[in-house]
């Protein structure tokens, strides 16, 4: 049985009819900014992401959905509502670019509901942008991404990856249904294209395409494709490479070609070799990162995507950090120290999914990043410029710092977290795009009051 992709638009308003919304045809960019709309906010502290330290008692000027003035003698217009956070710490939007919001549901409504969920969980907790990196079957994620866009839903800016680009001919288990895995509905289309050459992945990378995604996702190390043993049990990595170089090459040719990047999912061995080699946009996981691979990611200006949530989830309990020198964490966190040691940019990206690396706690990835080398500001930026510049489409013009111009995605938290990042797990206030999506500081007679 094949179901269309509009899938999440309907069900979208059909919960609106439910819930006595007016027509859609009314209500349709209920989430769109006026783009007369004028908001001042009061920041008594505000991280300016560019320079990395606090500055005192700012005013952010928002017209529309845009920043328009930033300093401490911006004018407050006639009329404006004004924000109160003259006692908080108000910093940018934080960026996550590698997050999973499908992550279940045995039909297309229920992969939806969870998809959204799961987005707005994460634009609760201040990730007012994210990447999504493989919707695990289908391409509903680019639905989703464009009823945001819409102002149908509220939710995270998004890009999307849509289907990964494997080597498999078939299904995960080829006993199931050719439209059924796990009980989940997708297309058939680049998860079963056989990409056994690099003629036939540049093929999928065109029908990627197609479907409207903003990034390709590969998976150069062997471990999502059926029951591959890559783990000794001392926690050190078999060396178990799926694309050959050629193929990651002309995935990464035709993607660029077309105006896509690409994310290259892999641990270590020959699949991260290749990754590198071939210059792929956004290098996630690197557990066996050496000297050599340091050297590619600097001579190509390459990030690293540590994703540190995923590989805590990933730990068995056998092989959890005990103290011993192989855990997966340990390796990871001497990818980490290397990279920074050798100044490679640090881009946050939790592989947020399912109850095991839950939607809206990642923050709690920057308490690492702080130890492991980056300081507290360091850890904090990982979320801001560099994860902006990995993004397609320049968007490090649009988000990433409160600068005029720019989107008005504002957090607030109650402590410095320049001194404490734990800070960032306790998101007070969130703004995207000059509309109020969380205030758990403010006062009504606050929001309200026009500038005296």
């Known amino acids: 049985m094949r179901f269309e992709r509009p899938t999440v638009i309907a069900l979208a308003i059909t919960i609106w009819q439910l819930g006595g919304s007016p027509a859609p045809a009314q209500d349709m960019r209920k989430y769109i900014t006026p783009p007369d709309q004028l908001v001042v906010i009061r920041a008594g502290h505000l991280f300016d992401a560019r320079a990395g330290k606090m500055l005192e008692n700012q005013l952010i000027s928002i017209k529309g959905d845009r920043i328009s003035a930033v300093g401490p003698d911006a004018q407050i217009p006639a009329g404006a509502r004004v924000i109160d956070l003259s006692a908080m710490y108000v910093l940018p939007g934080m960026i996550d670019t590698h997050v999973h919001v499908n992550t279940g549901g045995s039909t297309p409504a229920q992969r939806a509901l969870i998809a959204l969920a799961n987005a707005q969980a994460d634009?609760?907790?201040?990730?007012?942008?994210?990447?999504?990196?493989?919707?695990?079957?289908?391409?509903?994620?680019?639905?989703?991404?464009?009823?945001?866009?819409?102002?149908?839903?509220?939710?995270?800016?998004?890009?999307?990856?849509?289907?990964?680009?494997?080597?498999?001919?078939?299904?995960?288990?080829?006993?199931?249904?050719?439209?059924?895995?796990?009980?989940?509905?997708?297309?058939?289309?680049?998860?079963?294209?056989?990409?056994?050459?690099?003629?036939?992945?540049?093929?999928?990378?065109?029908?990627?395409k197609l479907h409207g995604v903003d990034y390709i996702k590969i998976y150069t190390t062997q471990d999502f494709v059926g029951p591959v043993h890559m783990w000794r049990p001392d926690a050190t990595l078999v060396n178990s490479p799926s694309l050959t170089l050629e193929e990651v090459e002309a995935v990464v040719d035709e993607a660029h070609r077309l105006g896509l990047k690409v994310a290259c999912h892999t641990y270590g061995g020959e699949g991260m070799r290749s990754c590198l080699t071939a210059g792929v946009d956004a290098p996630n996981h690197l557990l066996e990162l050496d000297d050599a691979g340091v050297q590619v990611l600097l001579q190509k200006k390459l990030p690293f995507v540590p994703t540190i949530d995923d590989l805590i989830a990933l730990e068995a309990p056998d092989l959890r950090d005990t103290g011993g020198r192989n855990s997966r964490l340990k390796m990871l966190e001497r990818a980490?120290?290397?990279?920074?040691?050798?100044?490679?940019?640090?881009?946050?990206?939790?592989?947020?999914?399912?109850?095991?690396?839950?939607?809206?706690?990642?923050?709690?990835?920057?308490?690492?990043?702080?130890?492991?080398?980056?300081?507290?500001?360091?850890?904090?930026?990982?979320?801001?410029?560099?994860?902006?510049?990995?993004?397609?489409?320049?968007?490090?013009?649009?988000?990433?710092?409160?600068?005029?111009?720019?989107?008005?995605?504002?957090?607030?938290?109650?402590?410095?977290?320049?001194?404490?990042?734990?800070?960032?797990?306790?998101?007070?206030?969130?703004?995207?795009?000059?509309?109020?999506?969380?205030?758990?500081?403010?006062?009504?007679?606050?929001?309200?009051?026009?500038?005296?």
């Open 123 to 208: 634009l609760d907790a201040g990730f007012t942008t994210v990447l999504d990196m493989d919707s695990r079957g289908g391409f509903n994620t680019v639905d989703l991404r464009d009823a945001i866009n819409s102002g149908m839903v509220q939710g995270p800016r998004m890009q999307v990856v849509g289907q990964s680009i494997n080597q498999r001919a078939t299904n995960y288990y080829p006993d199931a249904h050719p439209d059924q895995v796990y009980g989940r509905y997708y297309d058939s289309f680049t998860e079963t294209k056989n990409v056994n050459s690099p003629w036939l992945a540049r093929a999928a990378v065109r029908e990627n």
């Open 336 to 452: 980490v120290r290397r990279a920074v040691a050798a100044h490679v940019p640090i881009v946050f990206g939790s592989g947020a999914t399912s109850r095991e690396i839950p939607h809206g706690k990642q923050a709690n990835q920057f308490a690492y990043y702080d130890k492991w080398g980056l300081g507290a500001v360091g850890a904090m930026q990982t979320a801001y410029l560099p994860a902006a510049r990995m993004l397609n489409y320049d968007w490090d013009g649009q988000i990433g710092s409160i600068e005029p111009g720019k989107f008005a995605d504002v957090i607030a938290v109650s402590g410095n977290p320049t001194t404490d990042v734990s800070e960032l797990e306790h998101v007070k206030f969130v703004m995207k795009g000059g509309l109020v999506v969380r205030d758990g500081v403010t006062q009504p007679a606050n929001l309200a009051s026009a500038a005296k």
